[in-house]
Nanobody
Framework: QVQLVESGGGLVQAGGSLKLSCAAS????????MGWFRQAPGKEREFVAA????????YYADSVKGRFTISRDNTKNTVHLQMTSLKPEDTAVYYC????????????????WGQGTQVTVSS
């Protein structure tokens, strides 16, 4: 089992950058693939980015490709989401998630979730 805690959200102007972090508990972090999802008010939770267990493969939603970068540090049990060129439509609660199916972008494949961190992009 793994517990996840996100941080780094906040208010930023359009075109700006933010870096989200997710700290995981437990000694088996490297056995989990990790993902970031987001949920805007009135909308379903959607996939943003994922990274496999080793960090060697990454996956992105088309809407963030080229602007967001997911990375992980298995020595520190952390996963990050570097967000650049932010747009008002990126405004959402961002969730970190873990699963044992490497590379999946499907919400239902993720077993563990953090509490979320709010990202607000002003125009």
């Amino acid at each position: 089992q793994v517990q996840l805690v996100e941080s780094g959200g906040g208010l930023v102007q359009a075109g700006g950058s933010l870096k989200l972090s997710c700290a995981a508990s437990g000694r088996t972090f490297s056995s989990y693939a990790m993902g970031w999802f987001r949920q805007a008010p009135g909308k379903e939770r959607e996939f943003v980015a994922a990274i496999n267990r080793s960090g060697g493969s990454t996956y992105y939603a088309d809407s963030v490709k080229g602007r967001f970068t997911i990375s992980r540090d298995n020595t520190k049990n952390t996963v990050h989401l570097q967000m650049t060129s932010l747009k008002p439509e990126d405004t959402a609660v961002y969730y970190c998630a873990a699963n044992r199916i490497s590379g999946t972008t499907r919400y239902g494949d993720y077993n563990y979730w953090g509490q979320g961190t709010q990202v607000t992009v002003s125009s």
